[in-house]
């Protein structure tokens, strides 16, 4: 079965420091992954994805991830943070083939202190 | 572009009455659409999917129910509401035949 980890339920880093998310996954075949946002009361926001190609991915607000296959791990990165950037971080892995259907982490909570 | 909306934005009810969550997305046709759950703002439970009219299905056993009338238009339902029920209710499309969701501003509802 198809599923992600994040071992980390918070993450706090100072304002200008470089941040790092961390995300694993377990696939058979293979692995579509992506980045979600969520602050206070809102929806989630997606990030960005990783399908196929260059393993360092750019997405949204300066973010980026980087797979790695030997080490099955999806970790998001964003090399200066902001206090804004404070928020509820989900990594999602597609289901099996043939379903439209993503399976989502339990979230890391990023703290980003001024 | 695509939007997607979600009424209410919040909901106060009572045990045992009935419960109808409206989600409807504008600007696109034929969508994936989802229900999830988020339960003490952590983790998201999907509880349907749906990938045409009439078409809809269940992924966990509960008290609430779904539809999808038209083909953008995705309801919520319970007839009635348990203690349990109450959360964080986000609503999402998709394009067919890939895997990106973009998510609805989220329904709080509150069971007392």
């Known amino acids: 079965a198809q599923s992600v980890a994040q071992p980390e339920d918070q993450v706090n880093v100072a304002e200008g420091n470089p941040l790092t998310v961390k995300c694993t996954y377990s696939?058979?075949?293979?692995?579509?992954l992506f980045w979600y946002v969520q602050y206070p009361n809102r929806g989630l926001q997606f990030l960005l994805k990783?399908?196929?190609?260059?393993?360092l991915v750019k997405g949204s607000y300066g973010f980026e991830a980087e797979f790695n296959k030997s080490q099955t791990s999806f970790h998001l990165k964003k090399p200066s943070a902001l206090v804004s950037d404070s928020a509820l971080y989900f990594c999602?892995?597609?289901?099996?083939?043939?379903?439209?259907?993503?399976?989502f982490g339990t979230g890391t909570r990023l703290q980003v202190f001024p | 572009s695509q939007t997607i909306h979600q009424w209410p934005a919040t909901l106060v009810q009572p045990v045992g009455s009935p419960l109808s969550l409206e989600c409807t997305v504008e600007?696109?046709?034929?969508?994936?659409l989802y229900w999830y759950r988020q339960a003490a703002g952590r983790g998201l439970q999907l509880l349907f999917y749906?990938?045409?009219?009439?078409?809809i299905s269940s992924e966990v056993p509960q008290n609430l129910s779904a539809s999808r009338p038209q083909d953008r238009q995705f309801i919520l339902s319970s007839k009635k509401l348990l203690l349990s029920d109450s959360g964080f209710y986000l609503c999402?499309?998709?394009?067919?035949?890939?895997?990106?969701?973009?998510f609805g501003p989220g329904t709080r509802l509150t069971v007392t």
């Open positions: 999402a499309w998709g394009r067919q035949g890939t895997y990106e969701q973009y």
């Open positions: 696939v058979s075949g293979n692995p579509y």
């Open positions: 990783y399908i196929t190609g260059d393993n």
């Open positions: 999602a892995v597609r289901d099996r083939v043939g379903t439209d259907k993503l399976i």
């Open positions: 600007g696109t046709s034929n969508p994936n």
């Open positions: 749906s990938v045409g009219i009439g078409q």
